[in-house]
């Protein structure tokens, strides 16, 4: 396995499917499973409102920085001795975040975490490939993002009913029975490796590689809470993430053994997909932050009912990836990639239209429009992206295509959370700026509606200011977020697609 396609049954498909499956939900899983528990683990562990945040940027940073070495790594051990190698790691560090005892170690566990389970995304979709013959590939590829999103999708579900019901602590400890029967099966089911291309390991091509991932990794997170350029942290992360990429290119072109090989980079589709994964990522991801807080401080939803009302996104997706075999067939793969950026679109245009006083309903129906467009998108996107590319190298492209997934995943979510502070900055300037005691409601609302007048009513005003300031800056990110989706709509038209193989492909897949 691993070095050419499988021309022979694989006795245990199923249960090796079903645990690679396993470590890729728990490391998705994990990336927002501790969304909803920041503010506990705040008060449990002292921490100061500016620090917490780095319980989830320094699990995401760490996964960026490992995930490129994946595919050299397995490449020299296999894929299975580096999936145990990355469950046992990932397990034993999530067993030390939940006995953490201050925010230092809790922060160095997260970062342990998420190195060790950089490797079980791509090495999932490779073992996947691998483990099915080319007309599986659309249901395997399927299946696997399946893992990739339903996983952020039910995190703060999980989360806030782990944290509610027993402690913050236990958004770690479920990985250890989950970790160790994933280690079972792995162990006992999947086969021996066969013999894997061996490359030198390029001493000068990964770390430059992974300081320009951490950097950019650093600049997103870091940037809106510095103030972007007019601080000098982010102009130095920024020129030493510029100079590594630098080296890092210049060296790649003129070494003889490359860290990544640039023969996968003349691949039109593996380059396309990879390039229309970054915006896809954070267009789908980018509102996966935005939701849960609109729902919870703007219109006051309690948390377990945000996490509810985020269901039917998931089941969406999941809707969608049932039928995805007998649409593809029929359709094709770029058919259901327009498509699934349509019902992407439409879920954003009725966001547009959201107020303060909006009620469940209309987040459940922009929910199911988003979840249906996720599993017309990713898929097929994925499916495109390793059609042409041979065997020896899926372990290598998928560890380039995931951690630029993962770019786009991190550029999403701080970009939206940037506009929301800037853009509710603006908005309440200019909503104040419009504010005169002369004015007849402006009056009636000081001495009646928003208080007794006086000091309450004016802080009374102020918070109702704040409020439409916010929903203002919400639905620009709405707004940003709809035209996104229509920036990505050529990127379809480049990438190549074989109509016959994907009818034949999904055909048998379908039965």
């Not at 909803?36 to 562990?45: D, E, F, K, T, W």
């Not at 925010?103 to 073992?127: D, I, N, T, W, Y």
């Not at 162990?187 to 091509?205: E, I, N, T």
């Not at 203002?472 to 016959?500: G, S």
Request: aromatic letters at 10%.
């Amino acid at each position: 396995m691993g070095g050419s396609d499988v021309t022979e049954p694989y006795r245990h498909r199923g249960i090796v499917t079903f645990a690679v499956m396993m470590a890729t939900l728990m490391n998705t899983l994990d990336s927002t499973i501790a969304n909803v528990a920041l503010p506990h683990i705040q008060g449990s562990l002292s921490a100061a409102p500016d620090e917490i945040g780095w319980v989830l940027t320094s699990y995401i940073v760490a996964g960026a920085m490992v995930t490129p070495a994946s595919g050299w790594i397995s490449n020299r051990l296999g894929y299975k001795n580096t999936l145990l190698f990355s469950l046992i790691g990932f397990t034993v560090a999530s067993m030390l975040c939940g006995v953490a005892s201050n925010l230092p170690e809790l922060v160095m566990f997260r970062m342990v975490q998420g190195a060790f389970g950089a490797f079980s995304v791509p090495l999932s979709q490779a073992v996947l490939l691998d483990v099915n013959p080319p007309e599986r590939h659309a249901q395997a590829m399927a299946t696997w993002a399946m893992g990739t999103l339903i996983g952020p999708i039910f995190g703060p579900v999980i989360g806030g009913y782990l944290t509610e019901q027993a402690s913050w602590r236990w958004c770690f400890y479920i990985n250890l029975p989950l970790g160790a029967l994933t280690i079972a099966l792995i162990w006992l089911f999947m086969g021996s490796d066969r013999q894997h291309q061996k490359r030198r390991f390029d001493a000068l091509g990964f770390p430059t590689l992974i300081t320009t991932v951490a950097c950019v990794q650093l600049v997103i997170d870091r940037g809106p809470g510095r103030d972007w350029f007019s601080s000098s942290e982010i102009w130095a992360e920024a020129l030493i993430g510029l100079a590594a990429f630098w080296v890092f290119v210049v060296h790649t072109m003129t070494t003889r053994n490359p860290f990544i090989d640039p023969s996968l980079l003349r691949d039109r589709n593996l380059v396309g997909s990879t390039v229309f994964g970054f915006f896809g990522s954070a267009l789908i991801f980018g509102s996966l932050v935005l939701m849960p807080i609109f729902m919870q401080t703007l219109l006051g939803f309690p948390v377990l009912t945000a996490g509810v009302i985020s269901i039917p996104r998931g089941l969406g997706s999941l809707v969608s990836m049932a039928l995805l075999p007998h649409l593809a067939s029929r359709f094709g793969m770029r058919s259901l990639l327009l498509t699934g950026l349509f019902l992407t679109g439409v879920s954003y245009w009725q966001a547009m239209q959201f107020d303060l006083t909006v009620g469940a309903g209309p987040l459940i129906v922009a929910g199911v429009f988003q979840g249906l467009g996720q599993g017309l998108f990713f898929v097929p996107m994925t499916a495109l992206a390793f059609a042409t590319v041979p065997p020896e190298q899926r372990a290598e492209a998928s560890s380039l295509f995931n951690v630029i997934r993962t770019l786009g995943t991190s550029v999403g979510i701080s970009t939206m959370q940037a506009l929301i502070v800037r853009n509710s900055q603006v908005a309440h300037a200019s909503l104040t700026a419009g504010v005169t005691p002369s004015d007849p409601v402006v009056h009636a609302a000081l001495s009646g509606g928003l208080g007794s007048g006086g000091g309450a009513g004016l802080q009374a005003l102020e918070q109702e200011i704040s409020r439409q300031a916010n929903m203002i800056a919400y639905l620009d990110d709405f707004r940003a977020l709809f035209l996104l989706t229509v920036i990505c709509v050529p990127m379809v038209f480049l990438l190549q697609e074989n109509r016959r193989k994907a009818a034949d492909v999904v055909h048998v897949a379908a039965d």
